[in-house]
Structures are given as C-alpha cells and as structure tokens.
C-alpha cells in the first residue's frame, strides 16, 4: 500500500525502461513491498527511464508532473516516488493500477 505522510504520499514503482511502449500497470513484489509496474520506451541511460517514468506515473494518477517526484532509486529499477498533495481517491486509482481492481 502506498505511504501517506501528511500532504504527500509515497508509490514504490517498479520500472521497465527500453518498452515497445509506454504502460502503467501491473504488481511487482519489490524491496518496498507491492509496486507498480511502469513500463517505458526510454533507455536506462543518463536518467531518461526515471523522467519518462515519472511522467508516466502522473500522468496515469492524474496529477501534474511537477506533484511527483523521485524520493529513492535514482539508478535503480525499484523507486519510490513522492506525490504532493495528493487527490482524496488516489489510493483507489493506484490499487487499480496496480492490482487490476
């Protein structure tokens, strides 16, 4: 489940760079517990997986870009990423996403 501290929350992500395409969904079992899988056409390479990512994520849970940013996992596959001021249904599109519910 994601994390909520006051007025952000925090998603662990799990990200598949060099996609065919560009897709938010799916559960992977990571070091921070249940994630979302964000697929993505961009290379792991000087951080473009992680911005395409991002975007990806806001885009999918309906928020502006500038709301999420990356709080862990620079170089990694597993990250979290932190969403201010979330929407009151955010928990209830991520589990969508996430769970296919």
Same mark, same amino acid.
């Not at 952000?8 to 559960?27: D, E, H, I, Y």
């Not at 999918?60 to 929407?87: E, M, Q, Y």
């Given at each position: 489940?994601? @994390?909520?501290?006051?007025?952000? #929350?925090?998603? &662990?992500?799990? *990200? $598949? =760079?060099?996609?065919?395409?560009?897709?938010? %969904?799916?559960?992977?079992?990571?070091?921070?517990?249940?994630?979302?899988?964000?697929?993505?056409?961009?290379?792991?390479?000087?951080?473009?997986?992680? @911005?395409?990512?991002?975007?990806? #994520?806001?885009? &999918?849970?309906? *928020? $502006? =870009?500038?709301?999420?940013?990356?709080?862990? %996992?620079?170089?990694?596959?597993?990250?979290?990423?932190?969403?201010?001021?979330?929407?009151?249904?955010?928990?209830?599109?991520?589990?969508?996403?996430?769970?296919?519910?």
């Amino acid at each position: 489940m994601p @994390e909520q501290d006051g007025d952000q #929350l925090t998603v &662990a992500v799990r *990200v $598949r =760079p060099g996609a065919s395409r560009t897709k938010v %969904g799916g559960r992977y079992d990571g070091p921070w517990g249940p994630a979302l899988v964000v697929a993505v056409h961009a290379p792991a390479v000087d951080g473009r997986a992680t @911005e395409a990512a991002r975007r990806a #994520l806001a885009e &999918a849970l309906g *928020v $502006r =870009p500038a709301r999420v940013t990356l709080r862990s %996992g620079a170089t990694s596959r597993d990250k979290l990423f932190t969403v201010t001021a979330p929407p009151a249904d955010l928990d209830r599109r991520l589990c969508a996403l996430r769970d296919g519910q």
